[in-house]
């Protein structure tokens, strides 16, 4: 069965405190990775798309990576802006996307 | 563009009562798609649209109903509304293939 699981579920850091969000995959026929943006109140905004292992995407303190297994969203010396949740979500192979039930950060001043 | 609109943003409806959520996108995307959000569930599937006239079962479609009679509109029915359908409701576009989905604002949706 195809599955996302990120962790951590919630994350604390303080402003300036590099940090890493994991996204974890089970899914046949990968054909793309997100990652998504939602603050409360508010639908998921996009941020990246992976297609293949290797490849990596950066958007300002963000950046994401991916591998056959698992993807990463790094945050460098992130802004109390920068708190919300980080969803990720993959392609399968029927073109429907999958989600993980996503890390909510938040950044401290 | 006003990308992906919702409405209503919130939404009371006694058990047994029907309703639909409106959602309209103006991005001329041929792919459509609902979702319902609930806490430590992650965003689920309920049905999808790969174009007019054609739809299909997502991850959890029972107790909805959907059409689409055009491309800018995919209307989300509940037939039969039930307290376990207290959700947020998102509606989502994009073009065919596996680019990247804008998503709409939201319905809240409390079911008594």
């Known amino acids: 069965e195809d599955q996302v699981t990120q962790s951590p579920e919630a994350l604390r850091l303080q402003e300036g405190e590099s940090s890493s969000l994991n996204c974890s995959y089970t899914v046949s026929g990968l054909r793309g990775l997100f990652w998504y943006r939602q603050d409360p109140g508010k639908g998921p905004e996009f941020l990246f798309t992976?297609?293949?292992a290797g490849e990596e995407k950066e958007k300002e303190r963000l950046k994401a990576t991916l591998t056959k297994k698992e993807s990463f969203l790094h945050i460098t010396a992130p802004k109390p802006e920068d708190s919300a949740t980080y969803l990720c979500?993959?392609?399968?192979?029927?073109?429907?996307?999958?989600f993980g039930s996503g890390t909510r950060l938040l950044v401290r001043p | 563009n006003a990308g992906v609109t919702q409405t209503p943003k919130f939404q009371v409806l006694k058990t047994g009562q029907s309703m639909t959520l409106q959602c309209a996108q103006d991005m001329n995307h041929e792919y459509m798609s609902w979702y319902r959000q609930d806490p430590g569930m992650g965003l689920r599937l309920i049905h999808y649209?790969?174009?007019?006239?054609?739809?299909d079962q997502g991850e959890v479609p029972n107790g909805y109903n959907v059409s689409r009679s055009t491309t800018e509109d995919f209307p989300l029915r509940l037939l039969s509304a039930a307290p376990s359908q207290t959700s947020v409701y998102f509606c989502?576009?994009?073009?065919?293939?596996?680019?990247?989905?804008?998503f709409g604002p939201g319905t809240r949706l409390t079911v008594t």
């Open positions: 989502a576009s994009r073009r065919q293939g596996p680019g990247e989905q804008y």
């Open positions: 979500a993959v392609v399968d192979s029927s073109y429907k996307l999958i």
């Open positions: 992976l297609y293949s």
């Open positions: 649209s790969v174009g007019a006239g054609i739809t």
